[in-house]
């Protein structure tokens, strides 16, 4: 069973750093590209990033592109999103998405994680 | 970057009734749309995909149609557990966008 497990998330500081994780089991994570999609609170879903199964090619929102940054390591089954200088705006819930049978990045979402909550606040 | 325009926003209805929401795009997005389900306090959950095939496991009073720009999500008859929120995506291009939801109520 496909199982994709978000940690990292709680309250910063505007123009802190922070850095998510997702743990992924169940499945052949080097062979899936994976996303990060976002929901602030009471709001609508909001793609962030996505990343290629090995890392070679990763596309970004433009709301987020030179501050957050994708990455992963097939070796831990682990992606990450690393967040740097934190707005107050980039509070939300923050899922981790796989691509589903192998497939390119632009795809279907299936299955989404848990959710981890980010809050930006002073 | 391609916006999907849901509506409606809500909608309240029945258990036993028969829904549709509509997802326009803002320019042809070929097969490249899917639906996902969203409950309080949960993540989405993908229902369908490619318009109108249903991922397994989920119940066959949900189908999707429609081409080009303009797609609908139905659902036969409601259940109680379909009382959720449902997104559009596209997948035709990046960034890839989603419509801004359609809550269902009970009424």
């Known amino acids: 069973q496909v199982h994709l497990v978000e940690s990292g998330g709680g309250v910063v500081q505007p123009g802190r750093s922070l850095r998510l994780s997702c743990a992924a089991s169940?499945?052949?994570?080097?062979?899936?590209?994976m996303h990060w999609i976002r929901q602030a609170p009471g709001k609508g879903l909001e793609w962030v990033a996505v990343?290629?199964?090995?890392?070679?090619?990763?596309y970004y929102a433009d709301s987020v592109k030179d501050r957050l940054t994708i990455s992963r390591d097939n070796s831990k089954n682990t992606l990450y999103l690393q967040m740097n200088s934190l707005r107050t705006e980039d509070t939300a819930v923050y899922y981790c998405?796989?691509?589903?049978?192998?497939?390119?990045?632009?795809?279907?979402?299936?299955?989404w994680g848990q959710g981890t909550l980010v809050t930006v606040s002073s | 970057a391609i916006q999907l325009t849901q509506s409606p926003s809500s909608l309240s209805a029945s258990v036993g009734d028969r829904v549709t929401i509509t997802c326009r795009a803002s320019?042809?997005?070929?097969?490249?749309l899917a639906w996902y389900q969203q409950k309080p306090g949960k993540a989405p959950e993908l229902l369908i995909y490619?318009?109108?095939s249903l991922k397994s496991g989920v119940p066959s009073r949900f189908s999707g149609s429609g081409s080009g720009t303009d797609f609908t999500l139905s659902i036969s008859s409601l259940q109680p557990e379909d009382f959720a929120t449902y997104y559009c995506?596209?997948?035709?291009?990046?960034?890839?966008?989603f419509g801004q939801g359609t809550r269902l109520e009970i009424k």
């Open positions: 995506q596209q997948f035709k291009n990046y960034p890839i966008t």
């Open positions: 490619d318009i109108s």
């Open positions: 169940g499945f052949t994570f080097s062979r899936s590209a």
């Open positions: 320019q042809g997005i070929s097969k490249f």
């Open positions: 998405v796989r691509v589903p049978n192998e497939a390119a990045g632009l795809n279907w979402l299936d299955p």
């Open positions: 990343i290629s199964y090995d890392g070679s090619n990763k």
